[in-house]
């Protein structure tokens, strides 16, 4: 009886050190498969890490980087359209006076090219019937020279009227004389007004004023320049033909901030006109 209740005892010790041994070791072996399962995971952002950085990945589009910069690069002519149309808002005259006076030293340069290349053809064929005729040669050696102070001129028509003053007349002073809006009568009150009252009286005379002032020459041989240019060269009717359809879509279309910009595009053409009709008497 003895025997049999030690054997009993025995039995019970052994199988609960089996049960125990059995519990310490499976958190180890949990914690070996969890320290596994972080070795391939990380294993898995290193070769994501590394994808990201090559290069031909980033060709093909197969990292994030080459969105973000696919983005930027679409963005920044959207960036730059919208900072100079801010300029153009907040800055009105400085806008136009710029814009104005690169247009207006271009034009007139353009223009001085084209008199040079037809003043040099006239003295070509006259220098070919009078070979050694002085003034022929003393006017050749000038054809070819840029006058800078006629540039000058110009320069200075484009800041102060073109730039600064259309800015001021056009968005200032004719929304209080006719109204604002692009009803036809609104539009065409400002054209009328613009081409028989101001382009007559202010816009012209200031052009052979200024380039009166450049030259040192009085107003009176300034004003009576201009009035020869309107009866002999058609100065008037030049300017009618040109700006009466274009001021019709500015005051219809454009709007207030760009007006000026618009328009000194537009006279890009109109001051090479002006520049070959002022000089010919020259």
């Known amino acids: 009886m003895n025997h049999r209740l030690f054997l009993s005892l025995f039995l019970a010790l052994s199988s609960s050190n089996v049960a ?7 958190p180890s072996s949990n914690v070996f498969r969890s320290n596994a399962k972080a070795t391939a995971s990380a294993g898995k952002n290193k070769n994501k890490n590394t994808n990201a950085n090559h290069p031909f990945l980033q ?19 959207v960036a730059a359209v919208a900072t100079i149309a801010t300029f153009w808002q907040t800055s009105p005259y400085a806008a136009g006076a710029i814009v104005c006076a690169v247009k207006a030293s271009v ?3 353009f223009a ?12 070509l064929q006259q220098q070919q019937q009078q070979p050694q005729h002085q003034q022929l040669q003393q006017q050749d050696a000038r054809a070819g020279k840029t ?6 001129a110009f320069i200075l028509y484009g800041i102060t009227y073109q ?13 209080v004389w006719f109204g604002r809006g692009t ?21 012209l005379p200031t052009a052979y004023l200024i380039k009166g002032f450049v ?14 240019d309107i009866k002999n060269h058609g100065l008037i009717k030049k300017y009618y033909a040109l700006w009466f359809p274009v001021d019709c879509i500015i005051f219809s279309v454009v709007p207030e901030h760009f007006r000026v910009t618009v328009m000194a595009m537009v006279s890009f053409i109109w001051m090479m006109i002006l520049s070959n009709v002022s000089s010919r008497d020259e």
């Open 215 to 228: 030259f040192r020459r009085s107003t009176k041989d300034a004003l009576r320049h201009y009035i020869s």
């Open 20 to 26: 125990s041994t059995f519990s310490t070791r499976s």
């Open 59 to 77: 060709i093909r589009g197969g990292s994030d980087i080459s969105t973000s910069t696919a983005t930027s690069l679409n963005s920044a002519p």
């Open 107 to 109: 034009a007139d340069m």
């Open 112 to 123: 001085q090219k084209a008199a040079h290349a037809s003043t040099a053809k006239q003295l």
């Open 163 to 175: 730039g600064m003053g259309c800015e001021f007349i056009y968005n200032r002073l004719y929304p």
């Open 183 to 203: 009803a036809p009568t609104v539009v065409l009150s400002k054209v009328l007004f613009n081409l028989l009252f101001q382009a007559t009286l202010v816009t």
């Open 147 to 152: 006058d800078l102070r006629r540039n000058l």
